[in-house]
């Protein structure tokens, strides 16, 4: 029976995962060099090509293919295990790598991320902000945070951080003039700031009011992928904007913008936390939550 090189393996999986040498070496935590040397060692053990490599771009061969597809149950279960011996600690330790929306890694992680670390000084705490859907298992993280109705079904969710509100918002200057929206449906008639997804769909805005629930389709001639140069963009009279109160709140105290549709604009569940459900729930992503019930008790 051949010698299992795990070393090899293991970087292997990393970089055929993140189709990257430099996120694998960042995920395993040596340097890109340490990963190529690991797989070119790995490749001339095995007399086959497991990874096609190009200045641009690196994706594993039909060898390799066959190879990952086999490895990814086993490296998880391997994970699972040691999760498992990890519980017998009396304090969490290990890395915790969570995937979130840009935006609700500003507003829910950031809060509580500081004082994670603090209070585990074992824990190491590792977030990514990326507006895609990402698939957090193939991606390795321990979880992902993103809207509850964004989750796969095979997933865990639980409702992470505070309650969420939108706010339809433009700058005094810009509404000179003009009559104010007093439904949704006005919105047809004025300038509007759109929201692109990474995915290429624009957001479409929600609105409810006395069980009428809608959602409405704006236009405009401006289109931005970042809540704070949306508010920014409205503040400047280029239009009304949808994002997140606590975004706008610090604009509406300061009067550079008002407040539209305020009535049609109630309150909803916000974030969720997503982890496999086929998976023991790591001791440290555990800590994390009950830090999360701490700051936020309604979570």
């Known amino acids: 029976m051949a010698r299992i090189d795990f070393p090899g393996l293991s970087a292997f999986v990393a ?4 189709r990257s040498f430099r996120k694998a070496a960042a995920e395993l935590g040596v340097s890109p060099s340490a990963v190529s040397h690991l797989l070119r060692d790995l490749e001339e053990r095995l007399g086959v090509r497991l990874l096609n490599r190009t200045t641009r771009s690196v994706a594993p061969s039909d060898a390799g293919a066959r190879l990952l597809q086999r490895l990814q149950p086993m490296f998880r279960d391997l994970g699972d295990a040691l999760e498992e011996v ?4 009396d304090v969490p330790a290990g890395t915790l790598r969570l995937n979130a929306a840009h935006q609700a890694a500003r507003m829910v992680l950031a809060p509580i991320m500081a004082r994670f670390v603090r209070t585990y000084p074992q824990m190491r705490l590792e ?5 895609d859907l990402v698939d957090v298992v193939a991606g390795g993280f321990d979880a992902g945070l993103r809207f509850g ?5 095979d997933m865990i969710a639980v409702r992470f951080g505070p309650r969420q509100r939108w706010a339809i918002v433009a700058a005094p200057g810009y509404l000179d003039g003009r009559e104010r929206p007093r439904t949704p449906h006005d919105l047809k ?10 995915s290429g769909t624009f957001f479409r805005w929600e609105f409810e ?5 809608l959602e409405v ?7 931005l992928g970042d809540q704070e140069l949306m508010l920014r963009a409205a503040g400047d009279g280029a239009g009304i904007a949808c994002v997140f109160e606590a975004v706008a709140a610090p604009a509406l105290a300061e009067g550079r913008v ?6 049609w604009c109630p309150d909803f569940p916000g974030f969720f936390l997503y982890y496999p459900s086929r998976r023991q729930l790591p001791l440290g992503l555990r800590a994390f939550i009950d830090m999360a019930r701490e700051e936020w008790p309604e979570t």
């Open 86 to 89: 990890n519980a017998f600690r």
């Open 149 to 153: 109705e964004s989750l796969e079904l």
């Open 217 to 223: 389709e704006v236009d405009g001639p401006l289109t």
């Open 258 to 263: 008002v407040r539209l549709l305020e009535d």
């Open 15 to 18: 970089v055929a995962t993140h």
């Open 209 to 213: 009011k006395e069980g009428e629930a």
């Open 189 to 198: 008639h004025h300038d509007c700031i759109r929201y692109r997804f990474h």
């Open 127 to 131: 977030i990514v902000a990326d507006d």
